[in-house]
């Protein structure tokens, strides 16, 4: 799972099988583990921290479960990340978890798989309403811009798509991977 940077310089990083063990390491380097409670999180598809770094955003597969949370980084008097707060359950598509992302600093969209190859993006404005946003087809990673207008689909044969209508429409093709920026 890609790591995640946050706006003080910490790389964030976990292992997918193991939820776990969190770490940030500092711009020297140094690790610091980050104490979570995930309960009950067998895997994780992804970590993300948001734009101001106070909050995280984990997709994890908890009692076979997709499971969208988000949680408060809580840092010391020097800013360096101790552990995060109690996570708040927010809503996903049902089957595997893929991938989650910001959107924008109140709304999250999570990437689902089921069984039967279907994908299921849901937008989820954090402490409101979810929406569907269609089902696009063979998506490995979802990344957010600055408003669901902004968000981009990456495709396991390497087509950039976005949102239009209803249906996700291929923007370009042979990308490699899809980046953001904090």
């Given amino acids: 799972m890609p790591p995640s940077l946050d706006p003080s ?11 776990g063990d969190v770490h940030a390491y500092g711009s020297d380097g140094t690790m610091h583990p980050v104490a979570v409670n995930w309960d009950g999180a067998q895997s994780i598809a992804s970590l993300d921290v948001s734009r101001d770094g106070t909050r995280v955003l984990a997709f994890t597969l908890a009692d076979g479960e997709p499971k969208l949370v988000v949680a408060a980084v809580i ?10 707060g109690d996570p708040v359950t927010l809503a996903s598509g049902p089957g595997t978890p893929v ?3 910001w959107v924008d600093e109140s709304n999250v969209a999570s990437l689902t798989s089921s069984a039967s190859g279907d ?10 309403i979810s929406s569907n946003l269609g089902v696009p087809v063979s998506a490995v990673t979802i990344a957010g ?4 207008s902004g968000l981009w689909l990456l495709t396991s044969t390497g087509d950039l798509q976005q949102q239009r209508g209803s249906g996700w429409q291929t923007n370009t093709k042979g990308v490699g991977m899809l980046a953001t920026q904090t």
């Fill in 9 to 19: 310089g910490y790389v964030w990083t976990v292992p997918a099988a193991s939820p």
């Fill in 75 to 84: 840092r010391d008097k020097d800013g360096v990340p101790q552990r995060l």
């Fill in 99 to 101: 991938d989650a992302t």
């Fill in 119 to 128: 994908d299921r993006i849901v937008l989820q404005q954090i402490g409101g």
């Fill in 145 to 148: 811009g600055n408003d669901v």
